[in-house]
């Protein structure tokens, strides 16, 4: 079955420390996205990248860092720098030419400690 | 910019009683819209969406959606709702020329016997 793969489901760091959370599609979709969710606050979009080897910054990159080698691949680094960074993490893929409609993995919560 | 603003934060409901989820968005150019339905610790699901030609969408499971555009609204509703409909419910837009997502702040179900 195509889907989007999220790892892992629950993730425990120190504060301090860099995590990466992994996110995979069989989808053949073009773009992705990651989405941090906050109760209250519904959905932040955090990066996108529309192609491989290219991303763009959401409404609150700050502390992230994203990259695009493949196009089955679009890992998110929560960098120490990431001042609040427990959250739950989404990742998405949508049709290139689609309308916009996005499909989620089952996502990755992350506590900092 | 496009925004959505979901006016209610948590419906409370009995059993098999009718439902309205409110959804209403503000942009200056054709639009593009969903609604998408969270279960706890899940990713999000694609419930309905509206694209064009009938104002009236519906879901395979009940639910419905009227686009309308004098309001720029796309409430949802449910003539009778069941316990297993009790999740968050998202309301979303985007545009016609780009794919970008714009999300709602959530309004959670709450079904009781």
């Known amino acids: 079955d195509g889907g989007i793969t999220q790892s892992p489901k629950y993730l425990f760091r120190k504060e301090g420390q860099n995590v990466t959370l992994s996110c995979e599609q069989n989808?053949?979709?073009?773009?992705m996205y990651w989405y941090r969710q906050d109760p209250g606050q519904g959905l932040r979009l955090i990066y996108y990248?529309?192609?491989?080897?290219?991303?763009q910054k959401g409404d609150i990159a700050e502390g992230y860092s994203v990259s695009r080698e493949k196009k089955e691949s679009f890992p998110l680094t929560v960098t120490s720098a990431q001042k609040n960074p427990t959250a739950f993490y989404l990742c998405?893929?949508?049709?290139?030419?689609?309308?916009?409609?996005?499909?989620f993995g089952e996502g990755s919560r992350l506590t900092v400690l | 910019a496009q925004s959505v603003t979901q006016l209610d934060s948590q419906v409370p409901v009995f059993e098999e009683a009718p439902v309205e989820l409110r959804c209403n968005y503000s942009?200056?150019?054709?639009?593009?819209l969903f609604w998408y339905v969270q279960y706890p610790n899940q990713g999000l699901q694609l419930l309905l969406k509206y694209l064009s030609g009938s104002t009236l969408v519906e879901s395979i499971n009940g639910f419905e959606a009227e686009f309308n555009k004098s309001q720029t609204s796309f409430h949802l509703r449910k003539p009778s709702v069941h316990i297993s409909d009790t999740a968050e419910y998202f309301c979303a837009v985007s545009n016609t020329g780009f794919q970008k997502l714009v999300f709602g702040t959530g309004t959670r179900l709450l079904v009781s016997p």
């Open positions: 942009s200056s150019v054709s639009v593009y």
């Open positions: 989808l053949n979709h073009d773009a």
């Open positions: 998405a893929s949508s049709e290139p030419r689609g309308a916009g409609e996005l499909f």
């Open positions: 990248s529309q192609i491989v080897n290219d991303f």
